[in-house]
């Protein structure tokens, strides 16, 4: 601390010199030297510049008429010469002052550094509509519980943003992006599914940002089925074998499903089939399927890539081929034909990024185990993707990052701070399905009765549904139409609804006379 004070009360000293002796020497030279001195030669002698002694006359006294300020102007030099040291922030860890070594204000390297560490961040990104709460929750608890730093910019329908997705969102530092639908353009848009949907709102995003060069690198992720058990950032992206300074930038993709090909799947080559035609899926019939759910990689490339995704779905004629996951045919013809820059497959073999539904990450090594480990070497994976499809796994999230997993919690659609208010005009069975392949209306995500009956609240023509995993399986049957075990799954019906007409009261296949809404 006294290192630090001496240069400041040298400072302080000078400045008190810097004023006191101009008032000194002027008023002395005024008042003695150029008594006699025409007012013209003063002039000249204040306006000659003041780091030489100006050439010419002597006063009346045959003394130096010039007012010499040469040392002055040395005095301010070396106080500047100071003043710029101490507050530099560019400046070296010392400083030499008249030929002593002063440490630098340790303060305002830090600030500079903490400056410069927000301004250089990574980003997690990805849209959430109609996500159910305890899904939002255990993606953006799990994220920061190992990427605190993290940027988590997440696109939400505006009817999706209650009080719940706000606590989620504000306790968790997610940015919630509001969207709506019906203002989305070009207006084919707005009958997409969320997956093809969040294409444009990205790249639309990230290139606000591209200027600003805010983001170091960028994961795409599907928000419903993901959650984080390292973070994605050091343990893919910069991994041990690509964290050497100057590492070629890189855009990570991640096999799915390996069993088959694109050629081999009904799905994924549907996919490209119908968007791209009969000879590229020809083309591409041997090469193996990309998901296009998790993908990471540095700022530009993510960049590249996004605008690209968004410029292929967002053309008029796809607008014929667009449906539910057929983003992922977009995807796998992208990084197949070599368009995306930088682009690396990685098998799920050796993956930090578990694709559940390729069946090839080891999922828990004892009962009670629920950490998914890398098939290779038994190395905890940094990102799960589609844990849904274990719903063991599936409850284990839950219970972690948003306190519900008990099995009556979700008979009854319970919820912490909440109780089963969402489903009182339901009658709610668990571990049944009464509407097996019957009735069918649409599919929501949910992992709560609760989710399943704000979702058939919101459809006229709902009377049911089955909650099975993660989805809703919405149902116009207003009566039981099955009755199939199924353990760990969930079906209701709200009977008529009113203007239905018909008895409200009905009874179901196991003779159980029940309650629907008034």
């Given at each position: 601390a006294a290192e630090r004070s001496a240069p400041r009360r040298l400072t302080l000293v000078l400045g008190l010199a810097l004023m006191i002796v101009p008032y000194v020497v002027v008023t002395y030279h005024y008042t003695h030297a150029l008594a006699s001195t025409p007012h013209d030669a003063a002039d000249a002698a204040l306006l000659a510049p003041a780091q030489r002694a100006p050439e010419g006359g002597t006063d009346a006294e045959g003394g130096d008429s010039t007012l010499d300020l040469a040392g002055y102007w040395a005095a301010i030099h070396e106080a500047r010469q100071l003043l710029d040291a101490l507050n530099s922030s560019s400046s070296s860890q010392s400083v030499s002052v008249s030929g002593a070594a002063t440490p630098v204000d340790d303060r305002i390297a830090a600030r500079k550094k903490k400056k410069k560490s927000m301004a250089s961040r990574d980003l997690v990104i990805g849209l959430a509509k109609e996500v159910p709460v305890t899904n939002l929750a255990v993606f953006a608890a799990s994220l920061r519980r190992h990427a605190t730093q993290a940027a988590c910019v997440l696109f939400v329908d505006r009817p999706s943003i209650d009080d719940d997705l706000r606590a989620v969102a504000t306790q968790h530092a997610v940015d919630v992006q509001p969207y709506d639908v019906d203002a989305l353009e070009p207006a084919h848009l707005r009958k997409y599914h969320p997956s093809t949907l969040r294409w444009p709102l990205i790249a639309s995003y990230l290139e606000k940002h591209h200027h600003e060069?805010?983001?170091?690198?960028?994961?795409?992720?599907?928000?419903?089925?993901?959650?984080?058990?390292?973070?994605?950032?050091?343990?893919?992206?910069?991994?041990?074998?690509?964290?050497?300074?100057?590492?070629?930038?890189?855009?990570?993709?991640?096999?799915?499903?390996?069993?088959?090909?694109?050629?081999?799947?009904?799905?994924?080559?549907?996919?490209?089939?119908?968007?791209?035609?009969?000879?590229?899926?020809?083309?591409?019939?041997?090469?193996?399927?990309?998901?296009?759910?998790?993908?990471?990689?540095?700022?530009?490339?993510?960049?590249?890539?996004?605008?690209?995704?968004a410029a292929v779905v967002a053309h008029a004629e796809?607008?014929?081929?667009?449906?539910?996951?057929?983003?992922?045919?977009?995807?796998?013809?992208?990084?197949?034909?070599?368009?995306?820059?930088?682009?690396?497959?990685?098998?799920?073999?050796?993956?930090?990024?578990?694709?559940?539904?390729?069946?090839?990450?080891?999922?828990?090594?004892?009962?009670?185990?629920?950490?998914?480990?890398?098939?290779?070497?038994?190395?905890?994976?940094?990102?799960?993707?589609?844990?849904?499809?274990?719903?063991?796994?599936?409850?284990?999230?839950?219970?972690?990052?948003?306190?519900?997993?008990?099995?009556?919690?979700?008979?009854?659609?319970?919820?912490?701070?909440?109780?089963?208010?969402?489903?009182?005009?339901?009658?709610?069975?668990?571990?049944?399905?009464?509407?097996?392949?019957?009735?069918?209306?649409?599919?929501?995500?949910?992992?709560?009765?609760?989710?399943?009956?704000?979702?058939?609240?919101?459809?006229?023509?709902?009377?049911?549904?089955?909650?099975?995993?993660?989805?809703?399986?919405?149902?116009?049957?207003?009566?039981?139409?099955?009755?199939?075990?199924?353990?760990?799954?969930?079906s209701a019906s709200s009977g008529p609804k009113a203007g239905d007409g018909g008895d409200a009261e009905w009874r179901d296949l196991l003779g159980v006379v029940v309650v629907g809404a008034p």
């Open positions: 060069a805010q983001y170091e690198a960028v994961l795409f992720a599907d928000v419903r089925d993901t959650a984080f058990q390292s973070d994605p950032f050091v343990n893919v992206l910069r991994g041990p074998s690509s964290a050497q300074p100057g590492r070629t930038p890189v855009f990570l993709t991640f096999h799915g499903v390996e069993s088959r090909t694109i050629g081999q799947c009904g799905w994924n080559g549907g996919w490209v089939k119908d968007c791209f035609g009969a000879a590229k899926l020809q083309q591409l019939s041997s090469k193996p399927i990309l998901c296009s759910g998790v993908s990471i990689a540095d700022f530009d490339l993510a960049l590249k890539y996004a605008r690209q995704m796809f607008a014929s081929c667009e449906r539910n996951g057929v983003d992922q045919g977009v995807h796998n013809v992208l990084v197949h034909d070599g368009r995306v820059d930088g682009a690396v497959t990685v098998p799920q073999k050796r993956a930090m990024v578990a694709n559940l539904q390729a069946k090839v990450a080891k999922v828990g090594a004892a009962r009670d185990d629920f950490v998914v480990r890398r098939a290779s070497d038994g190395t905890p994976v940094a990102v799960v993707h589609q844990y849904d499809r274990f719903p063991e796994l599936a409850k284990h999230y839950y219970k972690e990052y948003y306190g519900q997993g008990s099995d009556e919690g979700a008979a009854a659609g319970q919820r912490p701070g909440g109780g089963s208010a969402a489903c009182a005009a339901y009658e709610v069975r668990a571990g049944v399905d009464l509407f097996k392949a019957k009735c069918d209306l649409s599919v929501a995500s949910g992992t709560a009765t609760a989710d399943c009956c704000k979702a058939c609240d919101r459809l006229t023509n709902c009377r049911g549904w089955t909650l099975a995993g993660s989805l809703c399986y919405l149902k116009t049957c207003a009566e039981p139409a099955t009755n199939i075990r199924m353990p760990g799954a969930s």
